[in-house]
């Protein structure tokens, strides 16, 4: 968990959607969050159509200003499929980011099937050694029924107290070709159900961070109580706002990290109301050494 004030220059990148996040400096009543997903193992800018955007020490290099210039306290947080899949440093590649996800000290990593290609004992590793809070709530063992990281998180910022819960789609041919066969991924709704009957009294708002499809993600909004929001890898970024589906807000991830993508929390009498705001990380955007030489690192 991390302190942070606003500048006004993510504010003009992000093209004026949202919206509690002001230019003043002046510290607000809102709860923020960073969060990422979809990572894909892009340590470096990708080649998009944007143009040489993104990259791990881009996104670290933003975090770290709004670090420095914000006053709101923040929650850092991943929703999955950050390991890369193909190619031929996957090893090397996959370590690299979760020393980098360390490094930036997230708050939470949720772990999907495609992660698992980043190797069971690279996990672990990560989990044991690095301190990274990798969850799930559905990943488990075959032969013993036990989860292999905590289903959730519960986190405090300003007398709120914060639930973030992970859970991965059922894949089992990225399961297999991670060469994962001991492990599978329960039904999701009833993982999201028994996690939330476990930490739903302990918490003000839920988080449920995942890569099901658009429209599981929508559809567990709205079915499921004790949701607030769902942030899902596999649903699109709101343009202008964040959308909600019955009771709670859905909202989509950033691809190959090209985005900072922040949502704010405020309490609106008995309910939350949530604003989102996006960053394009392009050549502007000062990236952090310290993650630089991770990468460096690796391609020696």
Known sequence: MVEFMKKSILLCLSGGILLTLGCSGKADKALHIIYSGGLAGYLEPCGCREGRVGGMARLAGAIQDSLRHWKSPALLLDAGEFAESYGSDLVAKNKSLLESFALMRYDAV????????AGLQNLHWAADSLKV???????????????????????????????????GAVRP??????????????????AIRGALAEIGGQCDWTILLCDL??????????RIPGLDIVISTSEIISKDQARKFGAAYVIGTSRKGKHLTTISLLEAGDSLKVGLSKALLDSTVKA?????????SREK
């Not at 949720?110 to 290609?117: F, W």
């Not at 499809?213 to 709205?222: H, N, Y």
């Not at 952090?288 to 030489?293: I, Q, R």
Request: charged share 30%; glycine share 8%; proline share 5%.
């Open 110 to 117: 949720n772990v999907t099937s495609r992660d698992l290609m």
């Open 173 to 190: 041919l990225e399961r297999i070709k991670a060469g994962a066969a001991s492990l599978e991924f329960a039904n999701p709704d009833s």
């Open 213 to 222: 499809t658009s429209r599981a993600s929508r559809d567990m909004a709205a």
């Open 288 to 296: 952090d050494p310290e993650v630089e030489k991770i990468i460096a």
């Open 133 to 167: 809070p990798l969850i799930s709530a559905n990943l488990i063992d075959r032969e013993s029924g036990r989860q292999l990281f905590p289903g959730w998180v519960i986190k405090e910022m300003r007398g709120k107290r914060i639930g973030v819960l992970g859970v």
